[in-house]
């Protein structure tokens, strides 16, 4: 009971919570690990009394989260006015794997639902998001054709052979991107498009030089990975530290409450 009572009393200090998947975690810092949660660096765009609690956890769904007790720790720190950042859908859509899989205009949606629900009942305002794009860039028949295995070989990663890769990025999350836009429609939530904005940025920056925002890793470079690593899902430090930035610019133009907190340099107030 105290901690309900704690739980309904106003905070002097803002707080952004964050509940979604590995591609917004926060990542370990040792051996010169280079992996970040875009998550992990949204503060860095934050100014004023205001935090980000981060809860996303790598591997979860929606179900997974729930499932795991994960969203009843976040609920009872939950004070009103707080924000809550609703991320899911890599691993919802993970069809082989029952304590995880959920289906898109289905158990995707009624679990968003019930986080919207549930936050509001706190006095939370909650921030509906979809995944992050991965970088996939297929080969047709033209690439294979004309395409150097030159470029390839310079990632020595352990594989016998990388994929040959072509010059449009391919969409891979299919249906899961329009739940969150459906369950903020039906509830009159916020949403943020983050795989547009991702899939824009990554398609301009191409099939070449996209590599460096995500866990593109040469061999014999960084302690925590030896052998190297090559990860078209998860973010660098670049790559979170961007994909951040993308996220706090749409945060002040689509949540007023937000926006005083997201610093000018990151936000012109006076756009339009």
Request: hydrophobic share 35%; proline share 6%.
């Amino acid at each position: 009971m105290p901690m309900l009572a704690s739980a309904a009393e106003p905070a002097d200090t803002l707080t952004v919570f964050m509940i979604g998947d590995s591609t917004m975690a926060n990542k370990p810092l040792d051996k010169e690990n280079q992996e970040r949660g875009w998550g992990q660096m949204l503060s860095m765009h934050l100014t004023g009394p205001v935090r980000v609690d981060n809860h996303a956890v790598n591997g979860r769904s929606s179900k997974s989260f729930l499932d795991e007790g994960r969203w009843d720790v976040v609920k009872q720190k939950i004070r009103p006015g707080d924000y809550v950042i609703i991320q899911f859908g890599h691993n919802d859509e993970k069809s082989k794997d029952p304590k995880r899989f959920t289906a898109p205009g289905s158990t995707f949606d009624e679990n968003l639902r019930l986080y919207v629900k549930q936050a509001r009942e706190l006095g939370a305002i909650p921030v509906l998001m979809n995944s992050i794009a991965r970088r996939n860039f297929p080969a047709g028949q033209e690439d294979l054709a004309s395409e150097s295995d030159d470029h390839q070989k310079e990632w020595n990663v352990g594989l016998s052979e990388m994929p040959r890769e072509g010059k449009t990025l391919v969409d891979t999350h299919g249906a899961y991107l329009d739940s969150p836009r459906k369950v903020a429609e039906e509830t009159g939530a916020t949403f943020i498009d983050l795989n547009a904005l991702t899939m824009d940025l990554v398609q301009q920056m191409g099939p070449e030089f996209s590599k460096n925002i995500y866990m593109w890793i040469p061999a014999d470079t960084y302690e925590f990975c030896p052998k190297g690593k090559v990860d078209n899902t998860h973010l660098n430090v670049l790559g979170a530290i961007i994909v951040s930035k993308l996220a706090a610019v749409e945060l002040a133009r689509n949540v007023e409450g937000l926006r005083p907190y997201v610093r000018p340099e990151v936000y012109n107030l006076n756009a339009k």
